[in-house]
């Protein structure tokens, strides 16, 4: 029987084993830490829990304005009684109840699970070092999915270990009165969202000059608008010169000569990846920080070796690198699959909420494409209105010679969960005037979509 290798128990890599295992391989699945990866331990699922926990509180503030007076009073007395601890234990047994499915669906496909670290010998056999020694095995083809790492550029690099990033800002032990949060991109903004919302000031710090700078610029304007009405302090357009730990609190020196001084920092200014100990090498194969160049649809890296997940650097999402995962065991194991990366659709869970599929404006114009944009705001939609949540808008993209849906940009309330239709429609092909025959349920927020398409 083939046996397939899986390096790395992520959101690429445990998909990408229990796809082998179902086409009828062996499989070996090797972790050196711990199940689920980044995403599910230190990244998408404990932040989601943090930001569900605000949002929540952020709710009660909202309620308490529909009713008497002393009603206002209440819910700022219970918006004040927001406890750090039980929102980190809520989040923790989330993330240890996922991480236990993730072990039974393992189980259940039969598929070996090594807790260590492997490392190529040639193309057909690796070492894997555990805590009961080195082991030997041999393989016929094998899964890179061995994810990435928190990036820590200078001034940064010499504050690894008194400075927070995504490994272990979830084990925050407490909430700091101000913190300086380093990126503006979809980290730095879900989380500056989440610390705010919980009493922290927050001074959020990006190089471009605006927020999300890889989003629709009308998204980033909203998302920039709400974030100043809340308090928090931008700084766009800015870089960190200089950054000191001076007794208790950080002392950061941006390019336009600012000095902030701040409790503590949270770098979200990337990631990296770092594939020294495969001993890449051995087996003819280059890599850098941004990881390994394998064939963008099939995911092949040479011959039996494909890879998956953030270690391929065409787009760091989770459900992306399950896709990729996917697609590169089903190739490995000779049932051609392809992955499109322009089919992933890309959801910020701030408020309010932003998501993305296919090419934005700047995208297509770059690509010589002459487009058509069909927009309409939530200020219109019936359900926006009743429930007082009009703030965003859908928008809509299409070739303008075929009709053909290329892309798609959702702000406001549920736009991750609305950003799904948009999915189904470039995953199908669809065009505006196929797109107008669908008929969505009044009133709901997807309506929406279907009133852009109109515009």
Same mark, same amino acid.
């Given at each position: 029987?083939? &046996?397939?290798?899986?390096?790395?128990?992520?959101?690429?890599?445990?998909?990408?084993?229990?796809?082998?295992? %179902?086409?009828?391989?062996?499989?070996?699945? *090797?972790?050196?830490?711990?199940?689920?990866?980044?995403?599910?331990?230190?990244?998408?699922?404990?932040?989601?829990?943090?930001?569900? @926990?605000?949002?929540?509180?952020?709710?009660?503030?909202?309620?308490?304005?529909?009713?008497?007076?002393?009603?206002?009073?209440? @819910?700022?007395?219970?918006?004040?009684?927001?406890?750090?601890?039980?929102?980190?234990?809520?989040?923790?047994? @989330?993330?240890?109840?996922?991480?236990? %499915? /993730?072990?039974?669906?393992?189980?259940?496909?039969?598929?070996?699970?090594?807790?260590?670290?492997?490392?190529?010998?040639?193309? &057909?056999?690796?070492?894997?070092?555990?805590? $009961?020694?080195?082991?030997?095995?041999?393989?016929?083809? #094998? *899964?890179?999915?061995?994810?990435?790492?928190?990036?820590?550029?200078?001034?940064?690099?010499?504050?690894?270990?008194? *400075?927070?990033?995504?490994?272990?800002?979830?084990? !925050?032990?407490?909430?700091?009165?101000?913190?300086?949060?380093?990126?503006?991109?979809?980290?730095?903004?879900? !989380?500056?969202?989440?610390?705010?919302?919980?009493?922290?000031?927050?001074?959020?710090?990006?190089?471009?000059?605006?927020?999300?700078?890889?989003?629709?610029?009308? $998204?980033?304007?909203?998302?920039?608008?709400?974030? /100043?009405?809340?308090?928090?302090?931008?700084?766009?357009?800015? &870089?960190?010169?200089?950054?000191?730990? /001076?007794?208790?609190?950080?002392?950061?020196?941006?390019?336009?000569?600012?000095?902030?001084?701040?409790?503590?920092?949270?770098?979200?200014?990337?990631?990296?990846?770092?594939?020294?100990?495969?001993?890449?090498?051995?087996?003819?194969?280059?890599?850098?920080?941004?990881?390994?160049?394998?064939?963008?649809?099939?995911?092949?890296?040479?011959?039996?070796?494909?890879?998956?997940?953030?270690?391929?650097?065409?787009?760091?999402?989770?459900? =992306?690198?399950?896709?990729?995962?996917?697609?590169?065991?089903?190739?490995?194991?000779?049932?051609? #699959?392809?992955?499109?990366?322009?089919?992933?659709?890309?959801?910020?869970?701030?408020?309010?909420?932003?998501? %993305?599929? %296919?090419?934005?404006?700047?995208? #297509?114009?770059?690509?010589?494409?002459?487009?058509?944009?069909?927009?309409?705001?939530?200020? $219109?939609?019936?359900?926006?209105? =009743?429930?007082?949540?009009?703030?965003?808008? #859908?928008?809509?993209?299409?070739?303008?010679?075929?009709?053909?849906?290329?892309?798609?940009?959702?702000?406001?309330?549920?736009?991750?969960?609305?950003?799904?239709?948009?999915?189904?429609?470039?995953?199908?092909?669809?065009?505006?005037?196929?797109?107008?025959?669908?008929?969505? @349920?009044?009133?709901?927020?997807?309506?929406?979509?279907?009133?852009?398409?109109?515009?």
């Amino acid at each position: 029987m083939k &046996h397939v290798v899986v390096i790395g128990g992520g959101p690429a890599g445990y998909p990408a084993a229990l796809k082998a295992a %179902g086409l009828g391989v062996q499989v070996t699945l *090797i972790e050196k830490d711990k199940l689920g990866g980044v995403c599910l331990n230190r990244g998408c699922i404990p932040s989601k829990s943090f930001l569900d @926990a605000a949002h929540r509180f952020q709710a009660v503030l909202s309620a308490g304005e529909l009713g008497h007076p002393s009603a206002v009073e209440l @819910a700022q007395q219970l918006f004040a009684l927001r406890d750090f601890d039980k929102v980190k234990a809520r989040q923790q047994a @989330a993330t240890r109840k996922l991480s236990q %499915g /993730i072990s039974f669906l393992l189980k259940k496909a039969n598929v070996h699970v090594l807790n260590g670290e492997a490392s190529f010998i040639d193309q &057909h056999t690796l070492s894997v070092s555990s805590a $009961a020694g080195k082991q030997m095995l041999s393989f016929d083809g #094998a *899964i890179l999915a061995t994810g990435s790492q928190a990036f820590y550029p200078a001034p940064f690099d010499t504050l690894r270990g008194q *400075i927070y990033d995504n490994s272990n800002f979830f084990e !925050m032990d407490h909430l700091p009165k101000d913190i300086a949060v380093i990126g503006g991109g979809v980290i730095g903004c879900e !989380m500056a969202d989440f610390l705010q919302a919980f009493g922290v000031k927050v001074h959020l710090i990006e190089l471009q000059s605006r927020l999300l700078p890889q989003e629709e610029e009308n $998204a980033s304007r909203i998302l920039t608008q709400e974030f /100043i009405k809340r308090g928090i302090s931008l700084h766009v357009g800015v &870089h960190v010169t200089a950054a000191t730990k /001076i007794a208790n609190e950080f002392s950061l020196i941006l390019s336009n000569g600012e000095e902030l001084r701040v409790e503590t920092v949270l770098a979200s200014i990337g990631r990296t990846v770092d594939l020294t100990a495969l001993q890449l090498e051995r087996i003819g194969i280059t890599w850098d920080r941004k990881g390994v160049r394998v064939n963008p649809q099939t995911m092949q890296l040479k011959e039996n070796v494909y890879a998956a997940g953030d270690v391929t650097g065409l787009l760091q999402l989770a459900h =992306a690198a399950t896709r990729q995962g996917e697609v590169a065991a089903c190739n490995l194991c000779g049932v051609p #699959a392809q992955y499109h990366n322009e089919r992933i659709a890309r959801a910020i869970y701030t408020t309010p909420e932003i998501a %993305g599929i %296919g090419l934005t404006k700047e995208q #297509a114009k770059a690509q010589g494409m002459e487009i058509k944009t069909h927009k309409s705001f939530l200020l $219109a939609n019936g359900r926006a209105v =009743a429930q007082n949540q009009t703030e965003g808008y #859908a928008e809509w993209i299409s070739d303008a010679s075929s009709g053909k849906i290329v892309g798609a940009s959702l702000v406001g309330v549920h736009a991750s969960e609305l950003i799904q239709i948009a999915a189904v429609a470039l995953e199908a092909g669809l065009t505006v005037e196929q797109m107008k025959q669908v008929v969505f @349920a009044h009133p709901t927020f997807a309506e929406s979509l279907a009133e852009a398409l109109n515009r």
